[in-house]
């Protein structure tokens, strides 16, 4: 099982930058598919973004598509989501979860695809 740590969250204005940060342990980065997904108060976990371990292909939701930016740093075993340009509606709690497959486009927007889940970092967008 992989631990996953979630990191860089806060309390912003609309229009400004954040960098969440995911660290994982106990098993080999590169090996895994991951994937930010958030959920705010009173609504269902959504996908946000993905990057697979085949190729390392990426895929966002179209609400944040150009404005977020998902990467993934086999040496340090973190996956970083770049967010700019934040909107009120972005404001969630954030997850980073992983799964030891490859992930398609389609495939890796299914939360019941991912086996491991950080505790998740709080983002807030004030207007």
């Known amino acids: 099982q992989v631990q996953l740590t979630e990191s860089g969250g806060g309390l912003v204005q609309a229009g400004d930058s954040l960098r969440l940060a995911c660290v994982s342990s106990?098993?080999?980065?590169?090996?895994?598919?991951m994937a930010w997904f958030r959920q705010a108060p009173g609504k269902e976990r959504e996908f946000v973004g993905g990057?697979?371990?085949?190729?390392?292909?990426?895929a966002y939701r179209n609400s944040v598509q150009g404005r977020f930016t998902i990467s993934k740093d086999n040496a340090k075993n973190t996956l970083y989501l770049q967010m700019n340009s934040l909107k009120p509606e972005d404001t969630a709690r954030y997850y980073c979860?992983?799964?030891?497959?490859?992930?398609?486009?389609?495939?890796?927007?299914?939360?019941?695809?991912?086996?491991?889940w950080g505790q998740g970092t709080q983002v807030t967008v004030s207007s």
């Open positions: 990057i697979s371990s085949l190729r390392g292909s990426t």
């Open positions: 979860a992983a799964v030891l497959a490859a992930t398609t486009a389609q495939s890796m927007r299914d939360r019941r695809l991912y086996r491991d």
């Open positions: 106990g098993r080999t980065h590169s090996t895994m598919s």
